[in-house]
C-alpha cells in the first residue's frame, strides 16, 4: 500500500518531526537542541528552513531560546481533558471572562443535543478562559428558554457558583453529560481570540449535560488551540 506524500512545507515537516519527539520524551524538558548548523546537515535544509521551524515550535511553547547558550526544550505541561470526568479550572491560575449574553436560534447540533424543536431559541453565554493571562479556551454554553429566560443564566453577569449552582436552583441538577471531542483547523475568530500560532488546530468539545429523567438542560461548545491540551482516557479492567 502507497504511502500519501508530505505536501507540507519544508518547516513543517521538520516542527512536526521535532514536536514528536518532544510530545513522545525522546526530547525531555531542560535537553539543549543541536544546534542549527547540526539540524541544517541532518535534515538538508537551508538555514532560514531551519529558523521557521523552530519559531513554530517556540510559539507553541515547546522550546525557549537562551541568550548565548542556545534553543532548549520548555518543561511544558499540557493540560489534560479528562474525558470521564470534569474538574472547574483552579481559581488561582484561571480565570474567565464573560463575553455575550444573548438569545439566539442555536445551531443545528445545539438544537439536537438540547432536544429542541427547529426555530426553538436558546440562552447563549459566551466567554473566553485564561490561564495566567493566556487565551486557551472558547466556549458557549446554551440553555433551553424555559428554563434560563427569568433566571440569572440570562443576564449579562458572572453566576456567583457558575452555571451548575444556577441550575441546581431552578430545580434541574445535573446528573451526568456527554462529550464529543473533533479537531478541526480554527476560525479566523477563534485563531485571533485564542492567538494561536500559525498552522495550529483547534478541539472542539462538543458537551451535553442532563438533569433528572435523561433532560438535556445545557449544550456547551468548547474550543481549544491542540497545541495545549492533551485527552485522557481511564477505565477500570473487571477480571476476566
Do not use: C
Not at 531560546?65 to 488561582?92: E, L, M, N, T
Not at 432536544?115 to 426553538?120: M, S
Not at 443564566?153 to 456527554?178: M, N, S, T, Y
Request: charged share 25%.
Amino acid at each position: 500500500m502507497s504511502r500519501a506524500r508530505d505536501l507540507r512545507p519544508r518547516h513543517q515537516q521538520i516542527a512536526a518531526d521535532l514536536r514528536d519527539l518532544i510530545m513522545r520524551g525522546d526530547l525531555s524538558p531542560g535537553t539543549q537542541l543541536p544546534s542549527t548548523a547540526q539540524l541544517v546537515a541532518q535534515y538538508g535544509v537551508a538555514n532560514a528552513t531551519i529558523q521557521h521551524a523552530l519559531k513554530a515550535l517556540k510559539d507553541e511553547g515547546f522550546l525557549d531560546s537562551r541568550v548565548g547558550k542556545g534553543v532548549y526544550v520548555r518543561d511544558r505541561r499540557p493540560f489534560v481533558i479528562d474525558a470521564a470526568a470534569y474538574i472547574a479550572p483552579a481559581p488561582d491560575r484561571f480565570r474567565y471572562q464573560l463575553l455575550t449574553v444573548d438569545t439566539v436560534v442555536p445551531p443545528a447540533d445545539i438544537i439536537d443535543g438540547l432536544r429542541l424543536e427547529a426555530g426553538t431559541t436558546a440562552i447563549v453565554r459566551t466567554r473566553i478562559l485564561f490561564h495566567d493571562d493566556q487565551p486557551v479556551e472558547l466556549s458557549a454554553s446554551y440553555y433551553p428558554t424555559d428554563i434560563a429566560a427569568k433566571s440569572s443564566l440570562a443576564e449579562p453577569v458572572k453566576i456567583r457558583g457558575g452555571a451548575p449552582d444556577a441550575l441546581a436552583d431552578l430545580g434541574f441538577p445535573q446528573r451526568a453529560f456527554v462529550d464529543r471531542i473533533s479537531a478541526r483547523p480554527p476560525t479566523v475568530e477563534e485563531a485571533e481570540m485564542l492567538d494561536l500560532p500559525d498552522g495550529t488546530p483547534v478541539i472542539r468539545q462538543l458537551r451535553v449535560v442532563y438533569s433528572d429523567n435523561e433532560r438535556p438542560i445545557e449544550a456547551s461548545v468548547l474550543i481549544k488551540g491542540a497545541h495545549l491540551y492533551e485527552l485522557l482516557y481511564h477505565q477500570a479492567v473487571e477480571p476476566g
